[in-house]
């Protein structure tokens, strides 16, 4: 897990999150000098946005869940940063209702389309939330490397069904709802009227490879993973899709 080591917002990166800070931090620096309202939806304990708020920003996360919130509240106060992140307990599905139409200049959506009862309803308010030449950072799972991940540890059929199914489900007792391809994530983020700047593979090798060898030399891992998360075919095997999308 990530954490933040100084005010000035330098996230212990780790080649698993390598790809999205790289894109963040780029947004960050866009607007350098200037407090951003962030919206961090599903954001969690705040792997995300506890650095964010260190950067001088001002974070709310949505969650579902009380615990995470409860152990964000607790991070962004052991971060010095406490008056800057917002915790509100709210469900992703019911969004639009939660947060001003035009207000955020920067919004994450990081592994929760998968559990949502409906995306669509998602980004459509994520979008409105948005203020024109605001920006969205999607994170969302990839089918294509849990149809090899399936196959690879002997599940072939489990690895089958997500081929085949729809929402690429790997059977009923999956316990995502839905997974994505590069193509899937960012035409979702198009369908809003959002206009898709950069699409990256996150985790393209992290989850492949023993744990010695992540150990051994993780800087070489985390320039690895910098170097193929833009290159199909690497992106597109990658465990996570990222995509980065603004609103005109
Ligand atoms: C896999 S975690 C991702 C956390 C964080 N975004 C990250 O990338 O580290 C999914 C998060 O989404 C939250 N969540 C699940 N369903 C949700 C919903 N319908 N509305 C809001 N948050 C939800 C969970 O409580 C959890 O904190």
Known sequence: MESASSRTAKPLVTARTAAVW????????RHAGRELTVLDVGGGTGGFAVPIAQAGHAVTVVDASPDSL???T??????????RVRAVQGDGDALASLVEPGSVDLILCHAVLEVVDDPADVVTAIAAALRPGGAVSL?????????LNRAVNGHLRQASALVTDPEGRAGKRDTLRRRYDADSAADL?????????????????????PAAVVEEDPQALLELELALSDRPPFRDIAAQLHVFARRT
């Open 22 to 29: 790289q894109v963040l931090r780029r947004e960050l620096d």
């Open 189 to 209: 983020l198009r369908s809003v009227g959002l206009k898709v700047e950069e699409t990256h593979g996150v985790r393209v090798l992290a989850d492949l490879l």
């Open 139 to 147: 994170l969302v799972a990839g089918r294509a490397a849990a149809i």
């Open 70 to 72: 409860a152990a964000l």
């Open 74 to 83: 607790r991070r962004a106060a052991d971060a010095g940063v406490a008056e």
